[in-house]
């Protein structure tokens, strides 16, 4: 088995002028050909253990160097090299504390290594020890307190998982990353890749911060690559770069929004029914935008189905007769409408609790557009969201000047 070691033999000089000849010894015996002051060893293996030893000798006489012993240990870092991804935040997430986390790994321990947090991008590298641990400071810039980030590398119980914490002066965050395991030899499953489609819940109502259901849509490949497409409550869309879904079925989605004033994260996790469920932590803090000039901190809760293209657009849901209710934003009450699925893909109204009530879906992505007339306004609002096809229903939001409103489709 590969070993790592390290052997420090320095080289012997007697005080007379004459010629040295130099010899070498590993446990007594003489080394034939190791004439030299100095002794390298290559692609070492357990016989290379032992106790060496340098003499040197000319016509006055002879002198030895202190005894070097070497000894080997398994290399603690094969069957690790790879890609890790994770992230850090603390329990209760806040923007200037979170982050993802990106680090690759060789068969010698070292490491090269990415933060995103805040806006902001550090690279370091480095190298674990004997025990798989590393700390590594990187500066933010003048008048900043440095990152401290320290890293334990799982070498004993298998979880090809790296722990940690990231620390910032005054807040100290956990980290998690793990690694890709997925590729050519281990494809991922090919009945969890999806597609799937996801809505992004926020428990408001509008007013003070986003309320109604973001949406999208994600697909793993056989490699265990996975990213998400879509568009938050607030209309902001957003595309996360794509990662890798760790052995246990865990996804570190980490997304920056709004310039350097905002951020998604959070981790989703493959379940059984939701096909995907999660908890991710939604911030801005500038006064950009018509909407929510104060900032906020937003939960959202993220659920996914699995989603199945119908070949006729009315069978993307296996029901045609449906709920409309909307909610939130500058509605005083719920308002409500009956609603029935054609095959063209639109949904046909009937009753009078929405004004002018139009929806239809796209059978090919499972996303739901329409409008309606916002009694405040009196000025068409336009709906979007996506079917949650595992439950036979829909969720997504309406905006109006006075905030974000949510929107459901319901079995009535």
Known sequence: MPALAAVRLAKLRLGATAPLHYSWTKNGAVIRGAVAPNLSLASLTAASAGTYQLTAANAYGAARSAPVSLSLVPNPFAGLPGAYYGLFAESNPQFQSSGRITLALTGVGRFTAGILSAGNSYSFSGLFDINGHAVETLSRGAGKVPLTVGLNLDLTQGTEQILGAVSGGNWTASLQADRATYGAANPFPTASRGPFTL?????????????????????????????????????????????????????????????????????????????????????????????????????????????????????????????????????????????????????????????????????ASGWISGSFLDPATQLPTAIKGAIFQQQTNAGGVFLTPAGSGTFLLTVP
Do not use: C
């Open 199 to 363: 809505l992004l819940q926020s428990p408001g109502d509008g007013t003070q911060s986003p309320g109604g259901d973001g949406y999208g849509k994600a697909a793993v490949s056989a490699a265990g690559s996975v990213s998400l497409q879509g568009v938050l409550s607030d209309n902001t869309a957003v595309a996360s770069a794509a990662v890798s879904v760790s052995k246990y079925g865990q996804w570190p989605l980490y997304i920056p929004l709004y310039g350097k004033a905002g951020s998604l994260v959070g981790w989703i996790n493959f379940t059984n029914n939701p096909v995907l469920a999660g908890s991710v932590a939604w911030f801005r803090t500038n006064a950009s935008g018509k909407l929510y000039r104060g900032g906020f901190t937003n939960s959202l809760s993220v659920m996914g189905s699995t989603f199945l293209p119908g070949s006729a657009r009315r069978s993307v849901l296996g029901l045609t007769n449906l709920q409309v209710t909307l909610s939130g934003a500058n509605l005083t009450e719920p308002a409500s409408n009956s609603v029935i699925l054609l095959n063209s893909g639109k949904f046909m109204a009937s009753g009078q609790g929405i004004s002018r009530l139009s929806l239809a879906v796209n059978p």
